[in-house]
């Protein structure tokens, strides 16, 4: 959050100058008054520098109000960038090399990655990557742009952030409770074959051929006895890996805290210091209860993908290709849930920001007359609020519908292909439903 806003290679242009897009990495702020800091940080990494916030912040001269973009502009010389202050208006940002830092909402910085004919491409310290139409860009940016280019004496280097590395770390002494998790989960894995593989038998040997059932009846209580137990140990693995990683982050969090500069405390609140502290646990259960829940869960699917392909290649690659439509149709209506979702709660900051403005001045707006008129605008912005939670909802409710609509279609096409080949000989009967039962888990 700046206080006042003052004075990597270029961006290639595309053949359309209207049309440009690049990629920024993401540094998010610690606190509201960093954003100016943790652009900087995005554009240095953009050409290759890697600085950690901690000093962006120093060399910004970051204070309770923030930093303004004259601040920006030193500490972008320092590190060897040739940089530039300008008063431009939105569409006049076309015609600039990117990556641009742009002040915004007279309060803020973001980092323009791009634009084309619809939208407007920013990374905002704040949230992350967002993206905006010309209106909803027009009404934030506060026509001053910072542009840089690299100078002669910019030298690239730091250490990127890598999320692999910092895994490390917190797993340091903890690999054989790890070996664990990931060797129970495996067994799992395997011992999920176990059902549709019976089945298949079953329909082929007992009901089809009046074969024996007694071994397969053994078979399955001994894979359900073993799943259970395997169930039970990746359980205690994981709450024993959970623990130590809390102790673990725990340590050295409040290790480094202790030993950082007083000035450090000074621009930070206790309150936000206290919940990133205690955030360690959150770390460590979604570490042990997501994260590498997710990694099992990808294996096991590998797995069930083998085997299918064992039963049929034509059934398998039907299954692969809905999987990929499923994959892709999320992740276009997660796109579209956080554009809606960042629309949203801007509409209901505008409602507060109304009604509060509304409480305060109810004796003004009385005495002059012009309550009426202000409560129309309440309402209207009430209605636009409104309209914006009904589409996000709307939006979440297709995406909550869409694996029961993907799982309809795969059932329709296991069984019409499938059947068709059991009918035609090439697939016994129980091959089919054993094949069912692993696309369905």
């Known amino acids: 959050m700046p206080s006042r806003a003052s004075g990597g290679a270029s961006a290639k242009a595309a053949s359309d100058p209207s049309k440009q897009r690049i990629s920024t990495p993401i540094l998010l702020q610690m606190h509201a008054t960093e954003c100016g800091a943790a652009c900087l940080g995005s554009v240095l990494g953009y050409f290759g520098r890697w600085v ?6 120093e060399k910004c001269e970051v204070s309770r109000d923030g930093s303004s973009a004259a601040s920006i502009l030193r500490a972008s010389r320092h590190y060897g960038l040739e940089c530039r202050g300008l008063s431009v208006r939105a569409h006049q940002l076309k015609m600039l090399p990117l990556p641009l830092i742009l002040f915004w909402q007279f309060s803020h910085f973001v980092v323009l990655e791009g634009f084309d004919d619809r939208y407007f491409y920013l990374n905002d310290p704040a949230t992350g990557r967002r993206r905006l139409s010309i209106e909803e860009f027009n009404q934030g940016y506060s026509s001053i742009a910072l542009k840089f280019k690299r100078g002669d004496d910019f030298e690239p280097g730091g250490d990127r952030p890598s999320l692999f590395r910092q895994l490390g770390t917190l797993l340091a002494g903890s690999w054989s409770v790890l070996t664990g998790v990931i060797a129970s989960g495996l067994m799992l894995t ?22 024996p059932w007694g071994g397969l009846v053994t078979a399955l209580l001994g894979g359900g006895g073993l799943v259970y137990v395997l169930s039970l140990l990746k359980h205690r693995f994981l709450k024993r890996l959970a623990v130590r990683v809390s102790v673990i982050g725990y340590n ?15 621009h930070r609140l206790v309150g936000d210091l206290t919940d990133r502290v205690s955030s360690i646990d959150r770390i460590a259960k979604n570490l042990t209860e997501q994260f590498l829940v997710l990694l099992i869960d990808m294996a096991m699917s590998a797995v069930l993908l083998v085997a299918m392909l064992a039963y049929d290649v034509l059934l398998a690659l039907v299954v692969l290709l809905l999987a990929l439509l499923h994959g892709t149709l999320a992740h276009f209506l997660n796109g579209f849930r956080e554009v809606r979702s960042q629309a949203m709660r801007r509409e209901q900051g505008l409602l507060i920001g109304f009604g509060m403005q509304m409480l305060s001045h109810a004796d003004n707006l009385r005495m002059t007359g012009s309550d009426d008129r202000f409560f129309s605008r309440w309402s209207g912005q009430q209605a636009r609020e409104l309209r914006a939670r009904q589409i996000y909802s709307e939006l979440g409710s297709v995406n909550t519908a869409l694996p ?8 329709a096409a296991i069984l019409g292909i499938g059947g068709s080949l059991v009918m035609a000989g090439d697939m016994s009967l129980g091959t089919l439903v054993g094949f069912y039962i692993l696309a369905e888990m």
């Open 52 to 57: 950690p916030l901690t000093e962006l912040r």
């Open 190 to 211: 395997l011992l999920a074959l176990v059902v549709p593989v019976s089945l298949g038998v079953f329909v082929d040997d007992v009901l089809l051929s009046q074969g």
């Open 252 to 266: 050295r969090g409040l290790s480094k805290m202790l030993r950082l500069p007083v000035e450090f405390f000074e």
């Open 404 to 411: 029961g609509l993907i799982a309809l279609f795969r059932s």
